[in-house]
């Protein structure tokens, strides 16, 4: 069986660490002055390198020959931690081996003894965070007054997860990704080591893919050559990696800071023919818009931004900001995080990521209730008002029509007076068609009239954002009991106010209590006999 690469090429000395220069600085100073501290804590995301560090050092300490802190690797102690057959290098799983027993048995009591053949024991203990609060309490002494021949290396990817207490004991080194650049360089050299040409942007692909993770951009580089071609190029990597084109990114982009939807919808549609998976290009739309707002608020691209980015894409991206308002861009960033979360479930894969682009590129509502009247329907989602019956419509007919327009504008708006003494009937005329409306609307008060707009006062926005999505049902009720062509506008009030206004209401003495009303009318019951 055939090594993975992470392992075939595991790093054999410092020197041939990436992305980590500050820690391998430290330590290789310290190995070569001899100051070996008794227990490291070597914190960072996962496949950076914490764990071959961690036997680097191991290796150093222990080695017959080392080289201003290096290991030589050709003593039979560099030898044997090298096959992983040394009996003074203990590797512990701490995910597997939680528990206070196991820490007792293999750890501290281990610990006691000398070591086998080696100047040194060394404990590696990885995700050290998963042991249990007994498992830390009971290591904690040992940690701390450690043998002098042991050496403790504890490795975790949840630092926040490790007690202060096991902290403060131990030199803590924090690892950081790896950089695009340097991830390029190292799979180049291992593609030359493996006789194989790897085009550059593939290897750049495979990199921005990895997100800083060394093993995780060998593993996909080793699934590419395992492929048996000895010239890989994008077709290849289509096979393994989620496929992705950043020139559709920028066009979609594009599209929606211009609010053209027809053509964002088109680049969907060409992204579904071509079989790129949406819920990566979705994540990679997210992470270009991130930049997009980055430029747009710092006015220029940070040096963390370039890595892995060529000068064009670098001059797309300023061009982008210009083109998007800062408060769009937040609403357009907020809006794909929501509807990502709806893309593992949806029937249609394409489906949330069609609907970003839709609600972006329609025009946004108009602020004032009348301009609200004149917009097209089909731009919000609506319940069609409840046709009057009959007899109304016979009764509306039968009524004379207003002399002139001086007489029709006067009749225009309605005081909060004649509004809440018309308000019964409203709610009786809501109660027959929509029930759960007139619960929401029975649980707030006319406030004030603006104008030709009822300002409508509820005690949470949840009831206020019920109200502004059912608007038209209301408004056709208004016009219908009143007469005149009222808009209303749903806010949010202080409870206690409703309250008040509730209690100064004169209440039925036959009525029964409100939350029998509100049951009564939820099921459409009535009420036989009371006790």
């Known amino acids: 069986m055939s090594l993975a690469l992470y392992r075939k090429y595991r790093p054999r000395t410092f020197a041939e660490l990436i992305g980590q220069d500050h820690i391998r600085t430290t330590l290789v100073n310290q190995?070569?002055?001899?100051?070996?501290?008794?227990?490291?804590?070597?914190?960072?995301?996962?496949?950076?390198?914490?764990?071959?560090?961690?036997?680097?050092?191991?290796?150093?300490?222990?080695?017959?020959?080392?080289?201003?802190?290096?290991?030589?690797?050709?003593?039979?102690?560099?030898?044997?931690?090298?096959?992983?057959?040394?009996?003074?290098?203990?590797?512990?799983?701490?995910?597997?081996?939680t528990g206070v027993d196991h820490v007792r048995e293999h750890i501290i009591e281990n610990a006691r003894f000398t070591p086998h053949k080696f100047p040194y024991k060394v404990f590696i203990i990885d995700e050290v965070h998963m042991l249990s609060t007994s498992a830390f309490n009971a290591l904690l002494k040992t940690l701390e007054e450690?043998?002098?021949?042991?050496?403790?290396?504890?490795?975790?990817?949840?630092?926040?997860?490790?007690?202060?207490?096991?902290?403060?004991?131990?030199?803590?080194?924090?690892?950081?990704?790896?950089?695009?650049?340097?991830?390029v360089i190292r799979l180049r050299h291992i593609a030359e080591l493996e006789s194989v040409t790897v085009e550059e942007p593939v290897l750049q692909a495979i990199a921005r893919y990895a997100k800083g993770a060394s093993r995780d951009a060998e593993v996909v580089l080793g699934q590419l050559l395992a492929?048996?071609?000895?010239?890989?190029?994008?077709?290849?990597?289509?096979?393994?990696?989620?496929?992705?084109?950043?020139?559709?990114?920028?066009?979609?982009a594009r599209s929606l800071s211009q609010h053209d939807?027809?053509?964002?919808?088109?680049?969907?549609?060409?992204?579904?023919?071509?079989?790129?998976?949406?819920?990566?290009?979705?994540?990679q739309f997210i992470e270009l818009l991130r930049k997009v707002l980055i430029v747009k608020i710092t006015d220029g691209i940070p040096d963390a931004e370039r890595d892995g980015a060529d000068e064009q894409i670098v001059g797309a991206l300023s061009e982008l900001a210009g083109s998007f308002e800062t408060n769009d861009l937040i609403a357009l960033v907020e809006r794909c995080i929501e509807r990502k979360k709806e893309m593992k479930y949806s029937a249609l894969p394409?489906?949330?990521?069609?609907?970003?682009?839709?609600?972006?590129?329609?025009?946004p509502e108009p602020s004032n209730a009348h301009s609200k009247k004149q917009q097209n329907p089909l731009d919000r989602p609506s319940i069609p008002p409840r046709l009057p019956s009959r007899d109304k419509l016979e009764k509306t007919e039968s009524k004379p029509?207003?002399?002139?327009?001086?007489?029709?504008?006067?009749?225009?708006?309605?005081?909060?007076?004649?509004?809440?003494?018309?308000?019964?009937?409203?709610?009786?005329?809501v109660r027959k068609d929509h029930r759960g409306l007139y619960l929401v609307l029975r649980s707030g008060k006319p406030i004030r009239v603006d104008g030709s707009a009822i300002i409508f006062g509820l005690p949470y926005k949840l009831l206020a954002d019920q109200v502004r999505r059912s608007t038209p049902v209301i408004e056709g009720v208004l016009q219908e009991v009143t007469g005149l062509d009222l808009g209303i506008t749903g806010i949010v009030v202080p409870k206690s106010e409703l309250e008040e206004e509730k209690a100064a209401s004169p209440v039925a003495?036959?009525?029964?209590?409100?939350?029998?009303?509100?049951?009564?009318?939820?099921?459409?019951?009535?009420?036989?006999a009371e006790e």
């Not at 680097?56 to 057959?85: F, W, Y």
């Open 146 to 183: 450690p043998p002098q021949h042991v050496v403790f290396i504890l490795a975790t990817t949840e630092v926040h997860r490790v007690p202060e207490t096991i902290i403060s004991r131990c030199q803590r080194f924090d690892f950081q990704k790896i950089k695009v650049a340097d991830l």
């Open 350 to 363: 394409q489906l949330p990521l069609e609907l970003v682009v839709i609600e972006h590129a329609a025009p």
């Open 401 to 429: 029509i207003p002399a002139s327009s001086e007489h029709k504008a006067a009749n225009a708006s309605m005081s909060i007076e004649g509004v809440r003494g018309a308000w019964p009937k409203v709610l009786e005329a």
């Open 509 to 528: 003495q036959d009525a029964p209590a409100d939350g029998v009303h509100d049951i009564i009318d939820a099921f459409g019951g009535e009420v036989v």
């Open 31 to 97: 190995l070569a002055s001899g100051k070996v501290a008794h227990a490291y804590l070597f914190s960072g995301p996962r496949g950076i390198g914490k764990t071959t560090t961690a036997r680097l050092v191991a290796r150093s300490i222990n080695c017959s020959h080392p080289k201003k802190g290096e290991p030589d690797n050709t003593c039979d102690a560099c030898k044997e931690m090298l096959a992983q057959r040394s009996l003074d290098i203990i590797e512990i799983d701490a995910a597997s081996n």
């Open 261 to 283: 939807g027809k053509a964002g919808l088109t680049v969907i549609s060409r992204m579904m023919d071509e079989g790129v998976h949406l819920q990566e290009f979705m994540s």
């Open 227 to 252: 492929l048996g071609e000895k010239k890989i190029t994008r077709d290849h990597a289509d096979l393994v990696l989620p496929r992705s084109d950043i020139a559709s990114l920028l066009e979609l």
